[in-house]
């Protein structure tokens, strides 16, 4: 069997690209023969040196990188890319194959889905977030700081300023759906689903005809002791500092609890953290490996106050499986791994809530306790490569045995 994934990026810069690197790894670890290809970049990815993985990229630029109008343009079609695609996907070796589209809205765009449907290989897609069917990706009113709850590319959903970054942007998302929309209409489409609350959120607003899966996203943590945490350790914030996510209220939770907080990552409302928490650190984009050997013993206790209905986050999984509990918020697909009051803490993303918890964190004890209990629930049944491939596989198995039925 080949798996064709399907990728804007090779770098490891945010969730969804680490698993789709991570998951094309453990299936080629597996046996299985991967290409993988991406819009950004050159070929020659360190991450994707594998003797099993084909590696091609593009070389495309990433559509924020460029002007607005060309952006736009790249955004709603990308003839370039669809192009490309073709002629790998056409130059692919004979035997059983299926295609695994994982992020496609930063450089591919809609463009890519008739031709991955031309192929006749059955095709999967991951849904890291919800761009499949809504606009901005995550089915969330910017303008109000809360979830969504209109119909996607209803005339309300369209009228709405809930674009993070203008109307303008809005209305070329509102094109992209609706193109998307119409690419998928009518198709066999297999879609992974990473959480119960993403499949919960986005499958109403899917065709019929969709066939789910539930598949975890693999989480590259090797086994070792649990983390020995150091007294006078930190809970942190690691992400993206925007407001969806929740940065701004660990601040002034933070604040309000009257804790020192480590913000790993960068993002729009770095200024306006760092004016809430002055005592805060803002530690910037660290490397995955560093931030690891920090948990359990600079960090106490990671916190993933989303405001949307996230569909992960991967650092709550991480974090289990070394020792060290998690306050999630309640719209978090991580809450479903969190045990309340036992490996972690779930809560309403509101600053009251995530302040109480936090003094539940500041005690040493229970950080210690709740994270040996979300230590050894994690590696009871460990989301580790080698399972996530396993699961993949089964998946593609099923695809192949049902494809032209």
């Known amino acids: 069997m080949r798996v064709v994934v399907i990728a804007d990026f090779a770098d490891a810069g945010g969730g969804a690209q ?9 299936l ?9 290809v991406h819009a950004v970049g050159e070929s020659g990815t360190a991450a994707l040196g594998h003797p099993r993985v084909e590696d091609i990229g593009f070389g495309l630029p990433d559509v924020w990188d460029q002007p607005a109008a060309q952006a736009a343009r790249s955004g709603i079609w990308n003839g370039l890319a669809a192009a490309r695609l073709k002629r790998v996907l056409a130059g692919l070796p004979p ?4 295609i695994h589209l994982h992020q496609w809205t930063r450089a591919f765009s809609p463009a890519i889905l008739p031709v991955v449907f031309a192929t006749g290989l059955p095709v999967a897609i991951t849904l890291h977030d919800y761009f499949l069917a809504y606009p ?9 700081a809360e979830p969504c709850t209109l119909a996607p590319l209803s005339a309300r959903c369209i009228a709405a300023p809930c674009d993070p970054r203008s109307y303008a942007h809005k209305a070329v998302r509102v094109l992209r759906t609706e193109l998307t929309r119409r690419a998928i209409r009518g198709r066999r489409l297999h879609l992974i689903h990473v959480s119960d609350r993403g499949q919960a959120t986005i499958a109403p607003f899917l065709p019929d005809s969709a066939i789910h899966h539930r598949v975890d996203n693999p989480v590259a943590v090797e086994r070792g ?17 925007t407001r969806e996510k929740g940065a701004d209220l660990v601040a002034q939770a933070a604040r309000e609890a009257d804790l020192p907080a480590l913000f790993i990552g960068d993002g729009p409302l770095a200024a306006e953290v760092r004016g809430i928490a002055p005592q805060a650190e803002l530690a910037g984009w660290l490397e995955a490996g560093e931030v690891r050997a920090m948990l359990g013993g600079e960090i106490s206790a990671v916190v993933a106050p989303s405001r949307w209905y996230e569909t992960g986050p991967l650092t709550v999984y991480e974090a289990a499986a070394v020792g060290v509990p998690a306050l999630v918020s309640n719209r978090a697909g991580a809450a479903e791994k969190v045990r309340d009051g036992e490996t972690g803490l779930v809560v309403e993303p509101a600053v009251a809530d995530l302040a109480a918890a936090l003094r539940r964190l500041a005690d040493p004890q229970a950080a210690r306790r709740l994270g040996r209990a979300a230590y050894d629930r994690y590696w009871s049944a460990p989301l580790t490569p080698a399972r996530h491939a396993a699961r993949l596989q089964d998946v593609y198995e099923a695809m192949l045995s049902t494809a032209g039925a």
Do not use: K, W
Request: charged share 25%; net charge positive; no cysteine.
């Open 95 to 98: 035997g059983p194959a299926v």
């Open 28 to 36: 080629a670890e597996a046996g299985v023969a991967v290409t993988y």
């Open 225 to 241: 002791p649990p983390a020995e945490m150091r007294d006078g350790a930190r809970i942190a914030f690691i992400g993206r500092l």
């Open 18 to 26: 680490r698993v789709a690197l991570d998951s094309a790894r453990a």
């Open 136 to 144: 901005n990706g995550v089915y969330y009113r910017f303008d109000r």
